[in-house]
């Protein structure tokens, strides 16, 4: 099985550069997935990390460590609709690839 | 183009009745996903299917779930004798087919199913 996990909130001052830890223990690993959830829509993907070592895209950077079971989402230049709950996703060996989450990090970035 | 739909929206049901949430994904994406995502919890596994089959039924909470997808799109899930603790977020997610590349899931916007 797979066992995730995030911090529960995170505060940040728009502007600033945040950075979102994540933590697994699996069985079987393919790739790690960050996605972002505003409240009351669907996730939609931030990245995918599968090899280690950081990868950049515009404002949203992701980095793993599969080593050591670590992997963050850094976000630069906060704006206020960065407000949102980051969700950590760990891809399964097996067949079906399903993604298992962890609870996710409501970050709420303050003007 | 479109992207994953879901209906209902919302589905207010009483305990005991059947429901049936259906999923149009995108348009040739072979490999389906079912998820549910309980209030302040993350999103949970449901199953997975490649074209028509499902040859992941583990995340299933109990037999009183099942899905069917046909023609190799539109997926339904089905919940019988709805109980409260079935009430969730049911979210639906296709990819390409796995194995070619295409490594995200895209998410429908969810079903939200209140069982009183």
């Known amino acids: 099985g797979q066992n995730i996990d995030q911090p529960t909130e995170m505060t940040a001052t728009e502007g600033a550069i945040v950075q979102i830890n994540c933590t697994y223990q699996?069985?079987?690993?393919?790739?790690l997935f960050w996605y972002q959830q505003h409240a009351g829509e669907a996730p939609t993907f931030l990245s995918y990390?599968?090899?280690?070592g950081l990868e950049e895209k515009g404002r949203f950077s992701s980095f793993l460590s599969r080593s050591k079971g670590y992997s963050y989402l850094l976000l630069k230049e906060l704006q206020m609709k960065d407000s949102a709950s980051y969700l950590c996703?760990?891809?399964?060996?097996?067949?079906?690839?399903?993604?298992?989450f962890g609870s996710g990090t409501q970050l709420t970035v303050l003007p | 183009g479109a992207g994953v739909s879901q209906s209902p929206s919302n589905k207010v049901t009483e305990k005991g009745k059947d429901v049936e949430l259906r999923c149009d994904p995108i348009s040739g994406h072979t490999a389906l996903y079912w998820y549910r995502q309980s209030l302040g919890q993350g999103l949970e596994f449901l199953i997975y299917f490649q074209g028509n089959s499902a040859p992941d039924k583990s995340g299933l909470p109990s037999d009183r779930f099942s899905a069917e997808r046909t023609g190799g799109s539109v997926s339904t899930l089905t919940i019988q004798r709805t109980q409260q603790e079935d009430s969730a977020v049911y979210l639906c997610a296709s990819s390409r087919p796995v194995g070619e590349g295409g490594q995200e899931q895209y998410f429908g916007p969810g079903t939200r199913l209140t069982v009183t």
């Open positions: 996703a760990v891809r399964d060996s097996g067949s079906a690839r399903q993604l298992t």
């Open positions: 699996t069985s079987g690993f393919n790739g």
């Open positions: 990390n599968v090899l280690d």
